[in-house]
């Protein structure tokens, strides 16, 4: 499935902290399916791959309103599935989407204080303990 392969490169990439390349990889994958619930959780990703591009180029303000849109948007993702109104993706079934939105928060609530861009460290994707 070509979805899943640009979903681990991109993740891949995230991970090696190559935040552009990450938004690229992804950005196929998210116009590449139908799903409403797939299509969030990619834009989720992208955007915080995008977050991290702002961090990287030392912007603030762009790193603030992608992490925004990242929780948002993988909030969804994560309240739907929670609720049972949503099947889940099959692509990225092993997030752990409760600690990575923990840990966008905590990014955030960084950037909101103040704290200088450059002191701002991506958090891990997050995996399932289960299903690593």
Same mark, same amino acid.
């Given at each position: 499935? *070509?979805?899943? *392969? $640009?979903f681990?490169a991109?993740l891949?990439? @995230?991970e090696?902290? =190559?935040?552009f390349?990450?938004?690229?990889? %992804?950005?196929? *994958?998210?116009?590449?399916?139908? =799903?409403l619930?797939?299509?969030?959780? @990619?834009?989720?990703?992208?955007?915080?791959?995008?977050?991290?591009?702002h961090?990287?180029?030392?912007r #603030?303000a762009?790193?603030?309103?992608? +992490?925004r849109?990242a929780?948002?948007? +993988?909030?969804?993702? *994560?309240? $739907?599935?929670g609720?049972?109104?949503?099947h889940?993706?099959?692509? /990225?079934?092993?997030?752990?989407?409760? $600690? &990575?939105?923990?840990?966008? =928060?905590?990014? &955030?609530?960084? %950037?909101?204080? /103040?704290t200088?861009?450059?002191?701002?460290?991506?958090?891990?994707v997050a995996r399932r #303990?289960d299903?690593?």
């Amino acid at each position: 499935m *070509a979805r899943a *392969a $640009a979903f681990r490169a991109g993740l891949a990439a @995230y991970e090696r902290g =190559d935040f552009f390349l990450a938004h690229e990889l %992804l950005e196929p *994958a998210w116009m590449g399916t139908a =799903d409403l619930l797939e299509r969030e959780l @990619y834009q989720g990703l992208i955007k915080l791959a995008a977050g991290f591009v702002h961090v990287v180029r030392g912007r #603030p303000a762009g790193a603030t309103k992608n +992490l925004r849109g990242a929780r948002d948007r +993988l909030g969804r993702v *994560a309240d $739907a599935l929670g609720s049972g109104r949503g099947h889940g993706p099959e692509v /990225g079934a092993d997030l752990d989407l409760p $600690a &990575l939105l923990a840990a966008i =928060d905590a990014v &955030l609530a960084s %950037l909101e204080a /103040g704290t200088p861009v450059e002191r701002i460290v991506a958090p891990p994707v997050a995996r399932r #303990p289960d299903r690593r």
